[in-house]
């Protein structure tokens, strides 16, 4: 997967290459085996986030302190993982649309908290 940052929403493109104008939804909760819920302590061991089905979008923002997404668990900045950062007290949409999880880890010595909610197409 490569990590996209993007400064609005989404929407599905056509063969035309026109915007498809569907139906959305928000969901506070990802599909992993113990779903895990917003707000999200963050802490130094790495979370995975895995999108619900029809997912297109995430949403962080980070509180109390910075945090590292990424698209694998080290989050080195090697090899294109994908390695960023959300600042303490900023929002940032990661595009989820191809399905691959996002990890989540704290980027400073206390736990961040982060809320996040996953923007999902009610087109099936």
Aim: proline share 6%; charged share 20%; aromatic share 6%.
């Amino acid at each position: 997967m490569a990590f996209t940052v993007k400064g609005g929403g989404a929407l599905p493109i056509d063969n035309n290459h026109k915007p498809i104008q569907v139906g959305y939804n928000q969901t506070p909760e990802d599909a992993s085996g113990t779903p895990k819920t917003s707000p999200l302590t963050v802490s130094s061991s790495a979370l995975e986030l895995v999108p619900p089905d029809n997912s297109l979008l995430l949403t962080i923002r980070a509180t109390v302190a910075d945090i590292r997404v990424g698209d694998n668990v080290t989050m080195d900045g090697t090899l294109g993982d994908g390695y960023g950062f959300i600042p303490a007290g900023t929002a940032k949409e990661i595009d989820v649309a191809d399905g691959a999880s996002v990890w989540v880890l704290r980027d400073a010595a206390v736990d961040a908290t982060a809320y996040f909610e996953f923007t999902r197409t009610t087109k099936k």
